[in-house]
């Protein structure tokens, strides 16, 4: 069908509202001081039945390896859908004020938002998990200093949990933080008080 989406054929981070697109730096930024990421993952059957799944997690990212860090006990949905292999997406957003329209297609809200495309894997190395269970906890809790603040990560810990890695291979920034949105003047207008406003 003639337009028709296909990501095969189209990067899917690619937004349709270029003026709402941010650039790398303004993505590593709002990804580095988030901690709270929901990732989509998909398990599929051999008779090719899909069923997609979203986990809100606590991450980390890491500059450095151009990844996502993050973990789960060691059996339910997330695990087995990331042992398929199939693609992962992560989305990282703040969410400011909600903004009032006399026009219902023109209500808002203000966001920052990224999305993130890539593999994930389960780590498997006992010093790479230690070390991505480290840094994901310092992240979360900053000040926090793991073998000082709290006791050191143990065998028996890893054993306890698995360790993903997200590695992005694109990404997408989007940022709409109006003050006001869009009103229709063909329609009465909003009383004040719907814009923290005096009356």
């Known amino acids: 069908m003639s337009g028709t989406y296909d990501p095969r054929r189209q990067d899917p981070s690619r937004s349709r509202r270029p003026h709402l697109r941010r650039d790398d730096d303004w993505i590593r930024g709002l990804l580095s001081r988030e901690r709270i990421a929901r990732i989509a993952t998909l398990w599929q059957g051999e008779d090719g039945a899909a069923f997609p799944f979203i986990t809100p997690l606590a991450y980390v990212y890491r500059p450095e390896e151009h990844d996502l860090i993050y973990h789960t006990n060691i059996v339910g949905r997330l695990h087995a859908n990331t042992a398929q292999g199939h693609p992962a997406t ?110």
């Open 90 to 199: 992560a989305e990282v957003s703040e969410i400011g004020r909600f903004l009032p329209s006399n026009s219902p297609l023109e209500l808002s809200v203000q966001y920052r938002s990224v999305v993130v495309f890539g593999t994930a894997e389960i780590l498997q190395d006992p010093d790479e998990q230690r070390q991505a269970l480290t840094r994901l906890s310092e992240h979360v809790f900053p000040g926090l200093t793991v073998g000082e603040t709290t006791r050191p990560i143990l065998e028996a810990d890893l054993l306890r949990t698995r360790v993903y890695r997200l590695a992005i291979t694109h990404w997408s920034g989007k940022e709409n933080w109006s003050e006001r949105a869009m009103q229709e003047k063909a329609w009465p207008p909003l009383a004040p008080e719907w814009f923290g406003e005096e009356p």
